[in-house]
């Protein structure tokens, strides 16, 4: 299975490279994650082997069984929903969090933590009821409220296109977040430079890379199912 890992990230990274090349963008801007929330420990460590260095998961007790034998060694992000009892559990194991989207996460995120956290403000610009995130509307007040809470950094915007074959409904969702986090950094706000894109997974990553992401989450495409 090594194997297989290794030649998906081979493949992951030619198809961003040429994509980069066409767009005229650094690959080098793009971070890949490894999302490892379905898979083994195991697997996990081929990732790591194979030469990705970030990985994600989406739950406290996944992150924590990983953590207990990977360590350090990867950088963590938690991707996923994150209950505000759930943040000690995890808050000294992360680099990022990608889920941020209340208030009384980012204070419980703030209380715990003891150095900033990179955190991305979840939006959720496809309006779908089943997915969590901010309104458009609401990403710049709520972002106005968390300059008290000195261990809150607001790396990015974080959002999920819908799962449809319709290229253009995922296009028209990166591209209003992109719009977005321009207006965030053109604030000129010390924490919360809101410079990086979270968007894009396994079926729809380059063209969050056309529209701008930087950070990619990539799980069945490179450690399987």
Same mark, same amino acid.
């Given at each position: 299975?090594?194997?297989?890992? *290794?030649?998906?990230?081979?493949?992951?990274?030619?198809?961003?490279?040429? @994509?980069?090349?066409?767009?005229?963008?650094?690959?080098?801007?793009?971070?890949?994650?490894?999302?490892?929330k379905?898979?083994? @420990?195991?697997?996990?460590?081929?990732?790591l082997?194979? /030469?990705?260095?970030?990985?994600?998961?989406?739950?406290?007790?996944?992150?924590?069984?990983?953590?207990?034998?990977?360590?350090?060694?990867?950088?963590?992000? &938690?991707?996923?929903?994150?209950?505000?009892?759930?943040?000690?559990?995890?808050?000294?194991?992360?680099?990022?969090?990608?889920?941020?989207?209340?208030?009384?996460?980012?204070?419980?995120?703030?209380k715990?933590?003891?150095?900033?956290?990179?955190? &991305?403000v $979840? *939006?959720?610009?496809? /309006?779908?009821?089943?997915?969590?995130?901010?309104?458009?509307?609401s990403?710049?007040?709520f972002?106005?409220?968390?300059?008290?809470?000195s261990?809150?950094? *607001?790396?990015?915007?974080?959002?999920?296109?819908?799962?449809?074959?319709?290229? $253009?409904?995922?296009?028209?969702? &990166?591209?209003?977040?992109?719009?977005?986090?321009?207006?965030?950094?053109?604030?000129?706000?010390?924490y919360?430079?809101? @410079?990086?894109?979270?968007?894009?997974?396994?079926?729809?990553?380059?063209?969050?890379?056309?529209?701008?992401?930087? &950070?990619?989450?990539?799980? @069945?495409?490179?450690?399987?199912?």
């Open positions: 299975m090594v194997e297989k890992v *290794v030649n998906n990230l081979e493949m992951i990274r030619k198809n961003i490279a040429d @994509t980069c090349q066409r767009i005229n963008r650094d690959p080098a801007e793009i971070q890949i994650i490894a999302v490892t379905y898979v083994s @420990t195991e697997r996990a460590m081929e990732a082997d194979a /030469g990705v260095s970030h990985l994600g998961e989406n739950r406290d007790d996944g992150l924590i069984h990983k953590y207990e034998i990977l360590g350090d060694k990867p950088t963590w992000h &938690f991707i996923g929903t994150l209950q505000t009892r759930k943040v000690k559990n995890i808050i000294d194991k992360v680099s990022y969090i990608h889920s941020l989207d209340r208030l009384s996460l980012a204070k419980e995120i703030h715990r933590a003891d150095k900033p956290i990179s955190c &991305f $979840q *939006v959720n610009v496809s /309006g779908e009821q089943s997915k969590h995130g901010l309104g458009e509307e990403v710049k007040e972002i106005l409220q968390l300059e008290e809470l261990h809150i950094r *607001v790396v990015g915007l974080m959002t999920m296109a819908p799962l449809t074959e319709d290229e $253009q409904i995922i296009r028209s969702c &990166f591209r209003k977040l992109k719009q977005l986090q321009q207006e965030i950094q053109s604030l000129n706000l010390e919360a430079p809101c @410079t990086e894109l979270s968007m894009g997974m396994s079926n729809d990553y380059l063209i969050a890379i056309e529209e701008g992401a930087t &950070f990619v989450r990539i799980g @069945t495409a490179l450690v399987g199912e």
